[in-house]
């Protein structure tokens, strides 16, 4: 069998090779240059270079590219673009231009955002040319019209483009709906139906022409689909396929899940989507069923969800699970009385409860036996096809109705129960899957069952479930790498015995020389996979020193991959770079596991503590790990049904460095949000998904606004305070020379407006600009040097201190700049500011990389924090330029440390104090020593007594411990 042909990289040109090519000479004669000097535009040359470098070369995305360079899109297409004389060749070339211009990821607009007009007639043409069915457009370029709609449909952000979307997604695409179906749903929301009864009547007195351009406009997106349609049923389910067909489907499917992503273009096109069952024609389409359909399935799969999404397509409201529950029964219960009401034959199904009719098989026994046109009548009572005798009665087969009537109203899964059965590991058929994971090798070119990171989300769940996705297939990306790169320093080579022979070495890979699952624990309530699975790996370190200790310092949680090849090359076979990987290894399956910990000699995990590990005797390791419990119950239901167990077959143990290795943490944190009903505050919701004006999020815009706050060390005097709020004026109730930080600052323009809000009667005025300052003593903390609090001896800025009030407020606080212009020193004091205003809470510090939150840490050391309120979690403590721990590990350390020098405090106050006995020995002891000895003697101190302990029987003074 011959394999796939090698991948070879397409490389940008050479300037060399750009300033002599023909493109570059033909733009220095038309259209690079000094304007005034240029020739007058002649369509024929547009039309030669769309025929020789554009459709000539089937789009080769090399020769685009030369154009691109030149600037032939903003110097000379667009600048003699005409809706009424332009040809096809150049509208094509400016599709084209567009499309590599998001290609090459490059903004794509500038040139069109002045010209609205004439952007309205390059969409209407080029509307007009993708439903064209003439031999005009072949079916690579009207694949490009649709590329270059999805690029607008995902550009709303620019006013031309989405003054011409709003026309085709508006509420009168409801034109296209059948009659039934549009009484219907008018009827469920009666807001609805006093805006069509307007828009009908302001139709109505509209000329034929603007009424022909307005029905093309509402109808384009129903036209497009019944084209769709047409192709998708000319491709058969064996035999030659057309693959330009091929490609066109997927761009179509591409288009629709994008519009269907986005609120606004979703609103009322869902509905009409539903109308044409545009996802059931899929289904039954036999694209699907080939092996060039793969593609199409995963986008048919992402459509599908999208189009069952959980939110409410008028308002933009999320449901809830309950919400969606309701819907289903309200589905189905109708279903019930109108099969009670007018048809017999369902008689049974109408009389069972909603459970046990709900799922797929259920529904198939009961409306299976009946005929095409009993299914018919069920459709046409639901409003889902047109009446009996109706003019627009189509003819459906049985199987379609069949899966039209039983996806509609069969029980599916929450998205949230979907993403909890998710096993967080990437497997090989994600690893080596192109359509989610490409390759290094990709240019763009092609379209990708991925979802993307727009302006504006449907959800919180689905912005974080589009990042959920992003992230895990990033990583799936670096995995795969590492895998394919310890695989063939492995070299795993088919050996005489038919078995599998390494004969090279890998520093981050071993072979397994045992693997057993030791516990498969039971399911949580109301769940299908084991709470949890554990194994044990055996591998043997026959390695240098240096690799058995960075194996056997495989920490508590880190991720490793187990790996089966079965390789088919005799021994001595090279593995080449250029060919698949997966055939030259023979690989079969990859699993993901994480560490517990190292097996000692007795069997028994050993616990990570603050001293050094055993020394274990021997190269042979075990170590336990958990396997995903997801994972494994699917991997276990393949076995139920004849198939291999994967877990009797490893061979292989990767390991992969600490520092790119966190992914699984990062996944199940955002997981967890979405279990979470609040994740995000109220005034940050809209924000996030890309809705209202991010300036609300401002602290000025904040309901909850402090006016009093404490400053700490934040001014060095009361002369910086004054300069750092220019438009500000100071008073307050101490004399000049009393005026010493720290300060406590109220601004009385907050007081203010708090009071007009609360509906107080004072005039609306202008509210006052004045600070009112209030200088405090730091409470005595000890005797001793080091209790005396850090100071910041940094002079800020007007602009520094703003954003430091700013991040002292409730809002979002963005602090913005080039290298050395204080963002961390601002950071940091705002971070000792919050503390000592707000202690009972908690703050929590996220930087992009170990050396940024080094630097924050490093700084915060510095001022006055109490150590023992700081802990640096994950990697790159060690670069820490301090002799203090502040990991986990050395905090514990640190608090064990403070309780010894706070009892040897103890114990030369009890021998100043002449008491006997081991009052140092506890805390609880040092305790009972401070209750019973310390008071009384202080007591004693400042009441003057006389030293008869008799008189001892009043209350003793509220003095806090030491």
């Known amino acids: ?435 989610i994971v490409p390759t290094e090798y990709f240019s763009g070119e092609g379209c990708l069952a991925l979802p993307k990171l727009n302006l504006q989300f449907l959800t919180l769940h689905d912005y974080l479930l589009r990042n959920f996705n992003l992230f895990r297939l990033e990583t799936t990306y670096e995995i795969r790498q590492d895998i394919e790169d310890q695989v063939r320093r492995l070299k795993p080579w088919k050996s005489e015995d038919g078995g599998c022979y390494f004969g090279g070495w890998a520093r981050m890979a071993q072979p397994i020389m045992g693997f057993s699952v030791v516990e498969v624990a039971k399911p949580n309530i109301g769940e299908k996979q084991p709470s949890s699975v554990r194994a044990d790996v055996m591998v043997t370190l026959s390695v240098r020193r240096e690799v058995k200790k960075e194996w056997e310092a495989l920490r508590k949680h880190d991720v490793a991959f187990l790996v089966t090849v079965r390789p088919t090359r005799q021994i001595g076979t090279p593995f080449l770079l250029k060919e698949p990987f997966v055939p030259q290894a023979g690989l079969l399956y990859v699993r993901g596991c994480e560490i517990e910990g190292m097996l000692d000699t007795e069997g028994k995990v050993i616990e990570e503590g603050i001293g050094p590990p055993p020394e274990l005797p021997g190269a042979t390791r075990t170590w336990r790990v958990w396997l995903d419990g997801n994972q494994y119950q699917k991997d276990m239901e393949k076995v139920s049904q004849g198939g291999e167990d994967v877990y009797e077959t490893f061979n292989i143990l990767i390991r992969r460095k600490p520092k790119e290795n966190n992914f699984k943490a990062v996944l199940e944190t955002i997981r967890d949000l979405m279990n979470t009903e609040c994740v995000v505050p109220a005034w940050l919701h809209d924000i996030i998904l890309g809705y209202g004006d991010p300036a609300s999020a401002h602290y000025s815009k904040m309901p909850k606004q402090v006016a009093t706050m404490d400053w700490n060390d934040t001014f060095l005097n009361m002369e910086h305070l004054r300069s750092s709020f220019p438009h500000h004026e100071t008073s307050s109730a101490v004399d000049e020379s009393m005026l010493k930080p720290p300060f406590r600052l109220t601004f009385k323009e907050v007081k203010e407006s708090k009071k007009r809000k609360a509906g107080d009667k004072t005039e609306e005025a202008s509210a006052r600009k004045e600070i009112f300052v209030e200088p405090h003593v730091i409470p005595n903390r000890g005797p001793y040097l080091y209790n005396q609090p850090k100071k910041n001896a940094i002079a800020f800025t007007p602009t520094q201190i703003e954003a430091i009030r700013s991040g002292m407020q409730p809002g979002l606080t963005m602090v913005v700049g080039p290298p050395g212009t204080g963002k961390t020193d601002v950071a940091v004091q705002i971070i000792s500011n919050i503390y000592h205003n707000f202690p ?73 104090l002449g008491v006997s006995g081991d009052v140092s020995y506890t805390c609880e002891t040092a305790g009972h020593f401070f209750l019973y000895q310390v008071k009384i003697e202080l007591y004693l101190l400042f009441t003057n007594s006389e030293t008869k302990q008799e008189k001892y029987s009043v209350q003793l003074l509220d003095v806090d411990l030491f």
Request: charged content about 25%; hydrophobic content about 40%.
């Open 1 to 435: 069998m011959v394999g796939p042909a090698p991948k070879t990289r397409g490389f940008a040109p050479t300037v060399e090779q750009m300033q002599q090519d023909v493109v570059t000479k033909l733009a220095r004669q038309n259209w690079l240059g000094d304007p005034a000097q240029r020739p007058v535009f002649d369509p024929q040359i547009t039309a030669e270079v769309y025929s020789r470098d554009i459709l000539g070369t089937q789009f080769s995305s090399r020769r685009i590219m030369m154009l691109e360079f030149s600037q032939y899109l903003e110097n000379y297409l667009w600048p003699n673009f005409c809706p009424q004389k332009s040809s096809l060749a150049q509208v094509m070339s400016i599709v084209v231009m567009v499309n590599e211009k998001f290609r090459e990821r490059v903004p794509a607009w500038e040139c069109f955002k002045t010209a609205s007009e004439r952007f309205k007639g390059l969409f209407n043409v080029v509307m007009e040319s993708s439903l064209s069915d003439d031999g005009d457009i072949s079916l690579q370029e009207q694949t490009h019209l649709l590329l270059f709609l999805n690029h607008c449909f995902n550009s709303l952000e620019v006013d031309v483009i989405r003054q011409e979307v709003q026309k085709v997604v508006s509420l009168q695409m409801w034109e296209c709906l059948l009659p039934s179906r549009l009484e219907q749903e008018l009827k469920t929301t009666p807001r609805l139906k006093k805006i069509w009864t307007a828009l009908q009547k302001r139709d109505a007195k509209a000329d034929d022409g603007t009424r022909a351009s307005q029905r093309f406009a509402r109808h384009f997106l129903h036209d497009l689909i019944q084209k769709f349609l047409k192709i998708l049923d000319t491709i058969p389910v064996t035999g030659s396929a057309d693959m330009s067909k091929v490609r066109y489907c997927e761009r179509f499917m591409e288009l629709m899940v994008d519009i269907q992503a986005l609120l606004h273009t979703r609103r009322f096109f869902n509905t009409l989507l539903d109308n044409a069952h545009l996802v059931t024609h899929c289904i039954r389409s036999g694209l699907r069923q080939r092996d060039e359909g793969h593609l199409f399935d995963q986008l048919l799969d992402m459509l599908k969800f999208y189009a069952g999404f959980e939110i409410n397509d008028l308002t933009g409201e999320a449901f809830t699970d309950h919400d969606m529950t309701n819907l289903h029964y309200n589905k189905i219960s109708s279903l019930q009385k109108a099969a009670f009401k007018h048809f017999g034959e369902l008689r049974r199904f109408s009389l069972s409860n909603v459970a046990s009719v709900d799922t797929r098989d259920s529904l198939l026994k009961h409306f299976g036996s009946l005929d095409t046109e009993k299914l018919y009548e069920i459709a046409a009572y639901l409003h889902l096809v047109p009446p009996v005798g109706d003019e627009q009665q189509q003819s459906f087969s049985k199987d379609f109705l069949l899966e039209l009537l039983i996806s509609r109203h069969e029980r599916r899964p929450s998205q949230l129960e979907a993403l909890n059965e998710m096993p967080l590991y990437p497997t090989e058929e994600i690893l080596w899957d192109e359509n």
């Open 840 to 912: 009972d809470q908690r703050t929590l510090i996220v930087t992009h990389s170990n050396q940024a939150l080094n630097q924050l840490f490093e700084k915060i050391i510095a001022l006055d924090i109490d150590e023992r309120h700081l802990l640096r979690l994950g990697h790159g403590e060690e670069a820490l330029e301090t002799e203090k721990d502040f990991s986990r590990y050395g905090r514990v350390n640190y608090v064990l440390a403070k309780r010894l020098e706070l009892l040897a405090e103890v114990a030369r106050l009890q021998e100043s």
